[in-house]
């Protein structure tokens, strides 16, 4: 079974909901919903696209995608472990086999959308683990606390993050993760910081890297270009050319693209990581271009973890994701 860590609506206005109802939400748009419920997943992603997110931006068509799939996964949940923090305790369900509920609202928050809302009935709610002891937010290791956590409405805990979320809940010696090699240099990390009196931020978008990360995305397509063009060599060179007026252009575009994916890797949905020594180098955020030979132009721009790009290279970009996501399972 799946395990999941889930906000449930923007500002997370769902959850006193799903909490009294015993149950985990997404919503959706009234006309979104209606052509998901017709299961027209093309005519979805179409108007997913044209409509706005919360950032004033237009999706691009991976992340239109990705809210169709988000309500399939909710609405046939039956056996997976659902994971949600309030910022004080660490929340823990499991969906059960009665069929979701729709919910018709006004959103009490931001845009106030007409929404209809799947509630997929599980578990009472639990904020102790199977041995009864309290789940705590700031008793969790800083590592625990970046991995239960989620800039996007729901994120699939996957391997080793998988296994530690299950192995929290159960109450189980959590020593085998906390003694590797980065989740020692995690807590090495945040105790300095806290130490010389900086801002500690885990569990969450490192927002102090944010900016200098899409700098060097921007400089780095720039540069790139400009040693790809004009270059004689012994085959055919790709042109590569940045359809930006200035790098400051290109930089917040790529903010905007960071936002839209919900600080998630476009094809793995993995967390991007933005300054050096707050997790794993190869999870470093890195622009992509979605058909290599085409140019750093918008709509074929996209941002991924640094190994994905470095595999991905020159492959079609379907065909790359096709495979990527046979071995995620």
Request: proline letters at 5%; hydrophobic letters at 40%.
């Amino acid at each position: 079974m799946a395990v999941y860590v889930a906000l449930f609506g923007e500002d997370n206005y769902e959850w006193p909901d799903c909490l009294r109802r015993s149950t985990v939400a997404t919503p959706n748009e009234v006309g979104d919903y209606a052509l998901w419920l017709a299961g027209d997943r093309e005519g979805y992603i179409a108007r997913r696209m044209k409509q706005l997110t919360v950032a004033g931006k237009q999706p691009p068509r991976a992340v239109a995608s990705r809210w169709f799939d988000l309500k399939t996964i909710v609405s046939q949940s039956i056996g997976d472990t659902w994971i949600h923090s309030d910022g004080v305790r660490l929340w823990w369900t499991r969906t059960n086999e009665e069929p979701p509920e729709y919910v018709e609202k006004v959103e009490p928050v931001g845009r106030k959308r007409h929404v209809m809302i799947c509630h997929k009935p599980c578990e009472p709610w639990r904020s102790t683990n199977l041995k009864g002891a309290g789940l705590f937010w700031d008793a969790l290791h800083p590592k625990a606390r970046d991995i239960l956590t989620t800039p996007a409405t729901i994120r699939e805990l996957k391997g080793p993050n998988g296994a530690y979320a299950m192995a929290l809940i159960r109450g189980d010696d959590l020593s085998p993760w906390h003694g590797l090699p980065d989740w020692q240099a995690k807590a090495a990390n945040t105790l300095a910081k806290a130490q010389a009196g900086k801002s500690v931020k885990t569990g969450g978008i490192v927002y102090d890297g944010f900016s200098k990360a899409a700098y060097r995305m921007a400089m780095t397509a720039f540069e790139t270009a400009a040693q790809a063009n004009g270059q004689i060599v012994p085959k055919t060179m790709k042109l590569k050319d940045v359809c930006f007026p200035s790098t400051q252009a290109l930089e917040a575009h790529v903010k905007d693209l960071c936002t839209m994916q919900e600080h998630l890797c476009a094809i793995t949905q993995l967390p991007l990581v933005y300054v050096d020594s707050d997790g794993d180098p190869e999870m470093f955020a890195s622009l992509d271009r979605i058909d290599s030979s085409g140019h750093y132009a918008k709509g074929n721009l996209q941002v991924v973890c640094r190994f994905i790009n470095r595999w991905k290279g020159a492959s079609e970009d379907a065909e790359f994701r096709r495979l990527v996501g046979m071995l995620m399972g």
